[in-house]
Nanobody, 127 residues
Framework: QVQLVESGGGLVQAGGSLRLSCAASGRTFSTRARGWFRQAPGKEREFVAAITWNGGSTYYADSVKGRFTISRDNAKNTVYLQMNNLKPEDTAVYYC????????????????????WGQGTQVTVSS
């Protein structure tokens, strides 16, 4: 049984920073590929960032490129999302996601591609 638990959300002023964490439990193979998504009120869940198993490759949505950084610590089975220069439009519930990946080299960017999801953590950016 895989469980993902996010933490680190909160309220921050525009221009500020937050660091989200997503700790996984269960079979390590089931959580090789990892990603972050977000969902604002009245909007669909959207891709934010993804990272490969060895952390060698990352991919970002254009809206966060240059401001957000995804990273991972496989010894802790934890993925992080460092968010800098936050904007009010970044306000959303942030979800981490995981799935198995045989190659360890693929980046998944679609909601339907992930098997496991965390409960979400609220990020609110005030102007």
């Amino acid at each position: 049984q895989v469980q993902l638990v996010e933490s680190g959300g909160g309220l921050v002023q525009a221009g500020g920073s937050l660091r989200l964490s997503c700790a996984a439990s269960g079979r390590t193979f089931s959580t090789r590929a990892r990603g972050w998504f977000r969902q604002a009120p009245g909007k669909e869940r959207e891709f934010v960032a993804a990272i490969t198993w060895n952390g060698g490759s990352t991919y970002y949505a254009d809206s966060v490129k240059g401001r957000f950084t995804i990273s991972r610590d496989n010894a802790k089975n934890t993925v992080y999302l460092q968010m800098n220069n936050l904007k009010p439009e970044d306000t959303a519930v942030y979800y981490c996601a995981a799935r198995p990946d045989y190659s360890g080299n693929y980046l998944y960017t679609q909601v339907y591609e992930y098997d496991y999801w965390g409960q979400g953590t609220q990020v609110t950016v005030s102007s």
